[in-house]
């Protein structure tokens, strides 16, 4: 019986999105008030989401614990009050939109979960601007 657990986290962060290659025109026409040379922030809410069997001795999914801790080293710590483009090496050449930053915490949480389980990734830009990612 698959069942899921999920945890919720947060970050704040700063981001500008654009492309290097663009001229600024292009970059301003397709990205708005989001191409801001001064950046731009948000408080992202993050919804971890965890799928797998019951374990018959502790009637655990998975450990809790274990699931908060990941998103703090590989989520938390590494974003949390930074310049997503300028403090964050997978954005070094990666444009940090919701999208790309969604992948980006999975690949993260992921390689530190047990492969047995499966896993989503709900991020909230604004209230309601959400994507989510579950590997595929």
């Avoid at 700063?14 to 922030?41: T, V």
């Avoid at 009050?81 to 999975?106: C, G, M, R, S, W």
Wanted: hydrophobic share 35%.
């Amino acid at each position: 019986m698959k069942v899921t657990v999920n945890r919720k986290a947060h970050f704040n962060a700063a981001h500008r999105l654009y492309r290097k290659d663009w001229s600024f025109e292009k970059n301003d026409a397709i990205f708005g008030l989001c191409n801001n040379p001064n950046f731009h922030g948000h408080n992202y809410e993050l919804i971890a989401s965890v799928t797998g069997d019951i374990d018959p001795e502790t009637g655990y999914v998975i450990d809790v614990k274990i699931l908060k801790d990941i998103i703090k080293s590989e989520v938390e710590d590494a974003f949390d009050h930074k310049n997503l483009n300028v403090e964050v090496p997978e954005f070094q050449d990666l444009n940090p939109t919701a999208e790309n930053i969604a992948v980006v915490i999975y690949n993260k949480v992921k390689a530190k979960l047990d492969s047995k389980f499966q896993l989503e990734i709900t991020l909230y830009e604004t209230p309601r601007n959400f994507v989510t990612y579950s590997g595929e």
